[in-house]
C-alpha cells in the first residue's frame, strides 16, 4: 500500500486514495492532526465524480514519489490527485498553498454577497468558514456584481443564485439521488447560473438534500427560512420509521417547536445518510420523532459554541420525543478544537 506524508505526518493507504482522503483518514486516526485536511467546497465523498470544480483544495506536491522524486511544478487538487507511494505533500506549510487558496477565496468571494447576517446559512456556511481563514480583509474588485433575485424552484427550497459558487454538488445529488435532474448550470464563464429546464419544479422525495450538500447558503429551506439564527436552536438526533428512507435526522429545536428538520453531518460536514422530503418538510411536530439526545456538531464555526452535553442522555432515550423540557437544564460543554 502507497504511503504518503502531508505536512510531516505519514500514512499508508490503499492504492488509489486522493491526497485528500488520505488527509481525512490522517485527522480520522488523530483529531489533533486534522490541521492536514484541506478545505472543499465542491467535492462531497458521497456524490461520485465530485470536486474539481473550486480549488480550495489546492496543496503543493514536494516529491512526486519513491520512483519519481521531482516536486509537482504547480499546486494540485487534493480531492482529484490519487497518492503515490513516498509521495510528501505541503498543506498548511507551504507559503504558495496559502497564498493560493487566498486567491481562490477572493475569487469566490467576488460575486458573493456579504449577506450573512441575513442569510440562513450563516453559522454553517462553509464559505464562512474559509473566509475566515483563508480571506483578506479588502476586495479589489471594482467592477459591478451579479446580481439575481430569488427563485422559488418547488414548494420547499428557496435558489439565491447570487450566493451559488457552482460547485455541482446539488446537480450530482439530483442525478444521483433522486429520480430525475431536472436543473443544472446552464451557459458558461461569468454568465452561469443554476436553473431548472424550462422553468420546471424541482419535485421528488430526495430534493431536499440539494439544502443539505449546498456549501452556502444559495438553495435554503423554505419551510425554515428567517425563522431563527442557526446557533440559537438546539441539534438533536432522532428517529422514526420511514418507509422511504433511514428515518434518521437531526432535528433543531428552539423550546419545543422542530425549526427545521436536516440529515446527520460527519465532522467533515457531509450528511451521513441521505433523508427523504417527507422527514424533512412535513415532520415537524415533536411528537413525529424519538429524540435519541443532543448531536455534537464537529465544526470550528460559530454554529459549535452552542454545545451542551446531556449526562443523562439515557434520559431523553428513557422519555422520547415529549420530555425536550430537560434540556433546559444543559451546560454547555468543552468547546471541541
Ligand atoms: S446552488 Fe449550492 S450546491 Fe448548487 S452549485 Fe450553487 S453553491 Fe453548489
Ligand atoms: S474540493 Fe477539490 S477542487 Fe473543490
Known amino acids: 500500500m502507497p504511503k ?7 500514512i499508508e493507504v490503499p492504492e488509489g486514495t486522493t491526497i485528500l482522503q488520505a488527509a481525512r483518514m490522517i485527522g480520522e486516526r488523530n483529531s489533533a492532526d486534522r490541521f492536514v485536511v484541506p478545505p472543499t467546497m465542491c467535492y462531497y465523498s458521497k456524490l461520485q465524480g465530485s470536486g474539481g470544480y473550486c480549488r480550495t483544495c489546492l496543496v503543493k506536491v514536494t516529491k512526486g514519489s519513491e520512483r ?4 509537482m511544478p504547480k499546486p ?3 480531492c482529484r490527485t490519487a497518492v503515490m507511494d513516498g509521495m510528501v505533500v505541503e498543506n498548511t506549510l507551504s507559503a504558495e498553498v496559502l497564498d493560493a487558496r487566498e486567491g481562490v477565496t477572493e475569487f469566490l468571494l467576488i460575486n458573493h454577497p456579504l449577506d450573512c447576517p441575513i442569510c440562513d446559512q450563516a453559522g454553517e456556511c462553509d464559505l464562512q468558514d474559509l473566509t ?3 480571506g483578506v480583509s479588502q476586495s479589489r474588485y471594482q467592477f459591478e456584481r451579479r446580481t439575481f433575485d430569488p427563485i422559488d424552484i418547488g414548494e420547499t427550497i428557496k435558489l439565491h443564485m447570487t450566493r451559488c459558487i457552482y460547485c455541482y454538488r446539488c ?3 439530483a442525478e444521483q439521488i433522486t429520480d430525475g435532474r431536472v436543473h443544472s448550470i446552464i451557459n458558461r464563464g461569468d454568465a452561469s447560473e443554476i436553473s431548472t429546464y424550462i422553468e420546471q419544479a424541482i419535485d421528488n422525495d430526495f430534493s431536499g438534500n440539494m439544502i443539505d450538500v449546498c456549501p452556502v447558503g444559495a438553495l435554503t429551506d423554505r419551510t425554515f427560512r428567517f425563522s431563527s439564527r442557526v446557533w440559537f436552536t438546539k441539534p438533536m438526533d432522532a428517529h422514526r420509521d420511514c418507509a422511504k428512507c433511514s428515518g434518521k435526522v437531526a432535528i433543531w429545536l428552539k423550546g419545543q417547536e422542530v425549526l427545521r428538520v436536516t440529515g446527520r453531518k460527519n465532522q467533515w460536514g457531509e450528511v451521513e445518510e441521505w433523508i427523504c422530503n417527507e422527514c424533512r418538510f412535513e415532520k415537524k411536530q ?12 464537529d465544526r470550528h464555526s460559530v454554529i459549535s459554541q452552542g454545545h451542551y452535553t446531556l449526562p443523562v442522555k439515557q434520559k431523553v432515550l428513557d422519555h422520547p420525543s415529549p420530555n425536550v423540557p430537560e434540556l433546559a437544564r444543559l451546560k454547555p460543554a468543552k468547546k471541541l478544537q
Open 286 to 297: 415533536l411528537g413525529d420523532w424519538v429524540v435519541e439526545g443532543p448531536r455534537n456538531i
Open 171 to 173: 446537480v450530482k445529488v
Open 132 to 134: 475566515y481563514e483563508h
Open 76 to 78: 494540485v487538487a487534493s
Open 4 to 10: 504518503v506524508t502531508i505536512d510531516h505526518i505519514e
Open 68 to 71: 519519481d522524486p521531482r516536486p
